[in-house]
């Protein structure tokens, strides 16, 4: 520092002293020497006051190596954090789950069950794998016996530059409630728009790349590529990808009491000799008859998330709204019966809209309308008097769900739902939960 | 190659020193950060003063904000481990990864209190590390700001001195504040109290008060009816002078004890922001000893 200030001066002092006289070139000299003794001085004291900071610094108690190791979550060991969730329903149903919405016997179809069963309980294991990798896997117990594979994919954790690659079985990133796990969601069962046009959840086996903005604004951009593995893709077993998904979000607060989040997506898939069992056709088959669709699937939707907490204190008052919208449309070839084969082509949508108000410390209730709409479908001239194309009937749901949550790790809910999505055969449903979770405290996402 | 180097290093010291980017995930931190660091800075407070810190979303502004981050200032001791691991992963941000220099953990530099024996959550929501609120014992902010200097000094070299220099300036202010508040707070040496939520060890060990009782049966459980009666009894042979809750919580428990046991139900900032005083660290303490000493009145 001292040596850089003389320099500088050094530098200077030449170009001053072109046309100074001898007084002046003493003068100067003089003041450089007042300079420099100054500066020395000033220089000293400064040392000294580090000296002694550095002094002070070094008595005082610091308890730092043995809380350092206590302050790394025991979940975070050299062993993957482990959670189990139990998790199970009662379901009182007068009609057959399995029959699916007026219009939509050619979706897939996934349905509360009747009675007791183990619903959606599951094993979950995730770890560091080094510097740069996070694995992450989630077994499904099967309420059978079996056991499946939910979720099975690496993270990479130091690309930085807001840059994050997924691969392997992961849920897809499109709209809001798709990624999010079966124990987290606020109703026993998913919207009619989730189950009809995504089997309940998109699972792909595939990659993922996001990205975030470096804004203030929550800006996140991703793209995947997949094999096609869920509905409505046909699991393709050539070269390539077989589905493709692009979705966008955006989100921020509005003060410290409110947050939100707005997305947008974008699904293709290819489906091959995709067959559904008892589809209804224009001769009123018994029992239907099987048909088998081939052709292009695209899907485009939106969805929004708005949260509120007085103060942001949602430790005893909040309220989450939500809601979201997919219209689907699919073109391609249709098999009646597997024997007349002409063309095909529908546009299907659907939606819900839901609220999640948190009345007091450990209690919620919740409400939600869900409806479908089936479309009209341009039959070729072959299936023109065999395959229905306009069912002119609006599948709809409200569902109303009360829930206890003595703590963080567990739930247990009670919900009521009038169900009229099929024609002429209303349902009063009534489900009751428990949702318990052991093991590594999760993160909980948005 | 050269060329295009050189014109790289020319660009690099023409630019401006850049603000270092400072995510706290509890305002007492972003207040510390404050006094440290000052408008060599840019500091974010994930939390406000009157959020419960156990419950925070991993919001999307939050995921933006850690983002950008240079350095992240957390409690730790697991207080966060219900929101923050979301929003690191998703933040994409190496740089404040668990085991980064830009990841400060204050829970790190002060001796923890309440460290579990037997790790059950049937003991309710206790943390493994230890009781993690540490903030309410001015005396924890001496290794605390210190090793923070030490941080912010490594990750911005250029302004070393100015963080040696305010943090000693902080640590002479804050020794004669912690005189000043440690006379100003003698009459409550020895005070039985009640408190909400074990949420105050730190504080009564610094004040040497006597929790008699909570109202919580276990960590994170509300209260029921029948409990608060049996805690009621409890004050029947054991009086406390009054009863303890942070800002955040529900003041319905603590009033329907106080109410029966005719004691003050005194609410206290907790951290900085908690209420209209507790604007800054030495508000915080100012604010929650003017209300302790208000209680014994
Ligand atoms: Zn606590």
Same mark, same amino acid.
């Not at chain 1, 798709?178 to 959840?201: G, K």
């Given at each position: 520092?001292?040596?850089?200030?003389?320099?500088?001066?050094?530098?200077?002092?030449?170009?001053?002293?072109?046309?100074?006289?001898?007084?002046?070139?003493?003068?100067?000299?003089?003041?450089?020497?007042?300079?420099?003794?100054?500066?020395?001085?000033?220089?000293?004291?400064?040392?000294?006051?580090?000296?002694?900071?550095?002094?002070?610094?070094?008595?005082?108690?610091?308890?730092?190596?043995?809380?350092?190791?206590?302050?790394?979550?025991?979940?975070?060991?050299?062993?993957?954090?482990?959670?189990?969730?139990?998790?199970?329903?009662?379901?009182?149903?007068?009609?057959?789950?399995?029959?699916?919405?007026?219009?939509?016997?050619?979706?897939?179809?996934?349905?509360?069950?009747?009675?007791?069963?183990?619903?959606?309980?599951?094993?979950?294991?995730?770890?560091?794998?080094?510097?740069?990798?996070?694995?992450?896997?989630?077994?499904? /117990? +099967?309420?059978? &016996? *079996? @056991?499946?594979?939910?979720?099975?994919?690496?993270?990479? !954790?130091?690309?930085?530059?807001? #840059?994050?690659?997924?691969f392997g079985r992961f849920f897809s990133g499109l709209g809001y409630l798709n990624e999010v796990h079966a124990h987290a969601w606020d109703f026993v069962d998913q919207p009619l728009v989730y189950r009809s046009l995504w089997n309940n959840q998109l699972g792909e086996d595939g990659i993922q790349l996001k990205w975030l903005a470096p804004t203030d604004?929550?800006?996140?951009?991703?793209?995947?590529?997949?094999?096609?593995?869920?509905?409505?893709?046909?699991?393709?077993?050539?070269?390539?990808?077989?589905?493709?998904?692009?979705?966008?979000?955006?989100?921020?607060?509005?003060?410290?009491?409110?947050?939100?989040?707005?997305?947008?997506?974008?699904?293709?898939?290819?489906?091959?000799?995709?067959?559904?069992?008892?589809?209804?056709?224009? /001769? +009123?088959?018994? &029992? *239907? @008859?099987?048909?088998?669709?081939?052709?292009?699937?695209? !899907?485009?939707?939106?969805?929004? #998330?708005?949260?509120?907490?007085?103060?942001?204190?949602?430790?005893?008052?909040?309220?989450?709204?939500?809601?979201?919208?997919?219209?689907?449309?699919?073109?391609?070839?249709?098999?009646?019966?597997?024997?007349?084969?002409?063309?095909?082509?529908?546009?299907?949508?659907?939606?819900?809209?839901?609220?999640?108000?948190?009345?007091?410390?450990?209690?919620?209730?919740?409400?939600?309308?869900?409806?479908?709409?089936?479309?009209?479908?341009?039959?070729?001239?072959?299936?023109?008097?065999?395959?229905?194309?306009?069912?002119?009937?609006?599948?709809?749901?409200?569902?109303?769900?009360?829930?206890?949550?003595?703590?963080?790790?567990?739930?247990?809910?009670?919900?009521?739902?009038?169900?009229?999505?099929?024609?002429? /055969?209303?349902?009063?449903?009534?489900?009751?939960?428990?949702?318990?979770?052991?093991?590594?405290?999760?993160?909980?996402?948005? | 190659?050269?060329?295009?180097?050189?014109?790289?290093?020319?660009?690099?010291?023409?630019?401006?020193?850049?603000?270092?980017?400072?995510?706290?995930?509890?305002?007492?931190?972003?207040?510390?950060?404050?006094?440290?660091?000052?408008?060599?800075?840019?500091?974010?407070?994930?939390?406000?003063?009157?959020?419960?810190?156990?419950?925070?979303?991993?919001?999307?502004?939050?995921?933006?904000?850690?983002?950008?981050?240079?350095?992240?200032?957390?409690?730790?001791?697991?207080?966060?481990?219900?929101?923050?691991?979301?929003?690191?992963?998703?933040?994409?941000?190496?740089?404040?990864?668990?085991?980064?220099?830009?990841?400060?953990?204050?829970?790190?530099?002060?001796?923890?209190?309440?460290?579990?024996?037997?790790?059950?959550?049937?003991?309710?929501?206790?943390?493994?590390?230890?009781?993690?609120?540490?903030?309410?014992?001015?005396?924890?902010?001496?290794?605390?700001?210190?090793?923070?200097?030490?941080?912010?000094?490594?990750?911005?070299?250029?302004?070393?001195?100015?963080?040696?220099?305010?943090?000693?300036?902080?640590?002479?202010?804050?020794?004669?504040?912690?005189?000043?508040?440690?006379?100003?707070?003698?009459?409550?040496?020895?005070?039985?109290?009640?408190?909400?939520?074990?949420?105050?060890?730190?504080?009564?060990?610094?004040?040497?008060?006597?929790?008699?009782?909570?109202?919580?049966?276990?960590?994170?459980?509300?209260?029921?009816?029948?409990?608060?009666?049996?805690?009621?009894?409890?004050?029947?042979?054991?009086?406390?002078?009054?009863?303890?809750?942070?800002?955040?919580?529900?003041?319905?428990?603590?009033?329907?004890?106080?109410?029966?046991?005719?004691?003050?139900?005194?609410?206290?900032?907790?951290?900085?922001?908690?209420?209209?005083?507790?604007?800054?660290?030495?508000?915080?303490?100012?604010?929650?000893?003017?209300?302790?000493?208000?209680?014994?009145?």
């Amino acid at each position: 520092m001292k040596h850089y200030l003389l320099l500088g001066l050094a530098l200077c002092a030449p170009l001053n002293a072109v046309a100074a006289s001898d007084e002046e070139l003493r003068t100067l000299r003089d003041e450089l020497k007042q300079l420099k003794e100054n500066y020395q001085q000033r220089l000293e004291q400064l040392e000294s006051r580090l000296q002694q900071a550095e002094q002070r610094a070094a008595e005082m108690p610091v308890a730092a190596p043995v809380a350092q190791v206590r302050s790394e979550p025991a979940a975070s060991a050299y062993n993957p954090a482990i959670s189990l969730i139990l998790a199970g329903t009662y379901g009182n149903l007068q009609l057959d789950p399995a029959i699916p919405p007026t219009g939509f016997a050619m979706s897939a179809h996934s349905p509360a069950s009747q009675g007791f069963n183990l619903g959606e309980s599951e094993l979950g294991f995730s770890a560091s794998i080094d510097p740069r990798f996070r694995g992450v896997a989630t077994l499904a /117990l +099967g309420a059978a &016996g *079996g @056991v499946s594979v939910e979720n099975a994919f690496i993270d990479t !954790t130091a690309l930085g530059n807001g #840059v994050k690659l997924r691969f392997g079985r992961f849920f897809s990133g499109l709209g809001y409630l798709n990624e999010v796990h079966a124990h987290a969601w606020d109703f026993v069962d998913q919207p009619l728009v989730y189950r009809s046009l995504w089997n309940n959840q998109l699972g792909e086996d595939g990659i993922q790349l996001k990205w975030l903005a470096p804004t203030d604004t929550f800006v996140e951009l991703g793209a995947e590529l997949a094999r096609g593995r869920g509905f409505p893709g046909s699991d393709r077993t050539k070269n390539g990808s077989g589905a493709g998904v692009l979705f966008a979000h955006v989100g921020g607060d509005v003060g410290a009491s409110h947050n939100w989040r707005v997305g947008a997506s974008l699904h293709q898939t290819q489906q091959s000799d995709w067959q559904s069992a008892g589809v209804p056709d224009l /001769l +009123g088959t018994p &029992g *239907g @008859v099987t048909d088998a669709f081939t052709g292009d699937v695209r !899907t485009g939707g939106v969805d929004f #998330v708005w949260k509120y907490a007085p103060d942001g204190n949602s430790s005893s008052t909040s309220l989450k709204l939500q809601g979201e919208y997919f219209r689907r449309q699919q073109s391609g070839l249709l098999s009646y019966n597997l024997a007349t084969t002409d063309s095909y082509a529908v546009t299907q949508s659907g939606w819900y809209l839901q609220g999640v108000y948190k009345f007091m410390p450990e209690w919620r209730v919740g409400v939600r309308y869900d409806q479908l709409d089936p479309g009209t479908a341009t039959v070729g001239a072959l299936n023109a008097a065999n395959v229905i194309s306009s069912y002119g009937y609006t599948p709809r749901r409200t569902s109303v769900m009360f829930d206890y949550s003595p703590s963080e790790f567990s739930r247990l809910r009670l919900q009521f739902a009038r169900d009229q999505s099929r024609l002429a /055969l209303p349902d009063n449903q009534m489900f009751l939960q428990y949702l318990m979770s052991l093991g590594a405290h999760g993160a909980h996402g948005y | 190659m050269k060329r295009l180097s050189l014109l790289l290093l020319a660009w690099a010291l023409a630019l401006p020193a850049q603000a270092l980017n400072i995510f706290a995930c509890e305002p007492e931190w972003a207040a510390l950060a404050q006094e440290l660091a000052g408008d060599k800075t840019s500091i974010y407070s994930a939390t406000v003063g009157t959020q419960d810190p156990h419950r925070v979303e991993a919001r999307p502004s939050l995921i933006a904000k850690a983002r950008r981050a240079d350095l992240r200032i957390c409690t730790g001791a697991e207080l966060e481990v219900g929101w923050l691991p979301v929003v690191l992963r998703e933040s994409a941000n190496p740089a404040i990864q668990p085991g980064q220099l830009g990841a400060f953990e204050a829970a790190a530099y002060v001796t923890m209190m309440d460290v579990p024996t037997r790790l059950d959550r049937s003991e309710g929501d206790v943390h493994p590390g230890g009781n993690p609120h540490i903030q309410l014992d001015p005396r924890n902010y001496l290794p605390i700001a210190q090793a923070l200097a030490q941080r912010l000094a490594q990750l911005d070299p250029v302004n070393a001195a100015s963080y040696q220099q305010r943090h000693a300036s902080f640590h002479q202010n804050w020794l004669a504040a912690i005189a000043r508040w440690e006379k100003q707070a003698a009459p409550l040496k020895g005070q039985p109290i009640a408190v909400q939520h074990k949420g105050f060890p730190y504080l009564e060990n610094w004040l040497g008060m006597k929790e008699i009782v909570a109202l919580e049966p276990k960590p994170g459980m509300e209260p029921s009816a029948a409990h608060l009666a049996t805690v009621l009894g409890k004050l029947q042979t054991q009086p406390v002078r009054m009863v303890l809750r942070a800002a955040y919580q529900s003041p319905r428990p603590s009033e329907w004890l106080a109410e029966r046991a005719h004691i003050p139900s005194v609410e206290l900032p907790f951290t900085v922001g908690g209420d209209g005083v507790a604007k800054d660290l030495y508000g915080l303490f100012d604010d929650t000893l003017t209300r302790l000493l208000a209680g014994l009145k």
